[in-house]
Nanobody, 128 residues
């Protein structure tokens, strides 16, 4: 059974950085696009960024384009989200998920319905 486990969240000051990890098991990561999502209190879960099986990136949230990057290490079955220049509005629970239809990052808006095997999430709090 496919499983994703997020880690790396925490408390960081505005302007700081964090790197989140998404560890995959129960399936071959190489063949799937993986997305990162976030959900702030009182808001719907939103797509942030996705990486395809070949390493292509698709941003779902414009506000992170110059600050967040995504990468994958298939040998370690792990996808990373590097977050720089963090802002208070980045505070949320961050989730990773596997693209339902395989290798490409879904183009649908919102992208959430096209992903599955959600992890449990990791809390990111940006505060001074």
């Amino acid at each position: 059974q496919a499983q994703l486990v997020e880690s790396g969240g925490g408390l960081v000051q505005p302007g700081g950085s964090l790197r989140l990890s998404c560890a995959a098991s129960g399936f071959t990561l190489d063949y799937y696009a993986i997305g990162w999502f976030r959900q702030a209190p009182g808001k719907e879960r939103e797509g942030v960024l996705c990486i395809s099986s070949s390493g292509g990136r698709r941003y779902y949230e414009d506000s992170v384009k110059d600050r967040f990057t995504i990468s994958r290490d298939n040998a370690k079955s792990t996808v990373f989200l590097q977050m720089n220049s963090l802002k208070r509005e980045d505070t949320a629970v961050y989730y990773c998920a596997k693209a339902v239809f395989g290798s490409s990052c879904p183009e649908g808006h919102p992208p959430t319905p096209y992903f599955g095997s959600w992890g449990q999430g990791t809390q990111v709090t940006v505060s001074s």
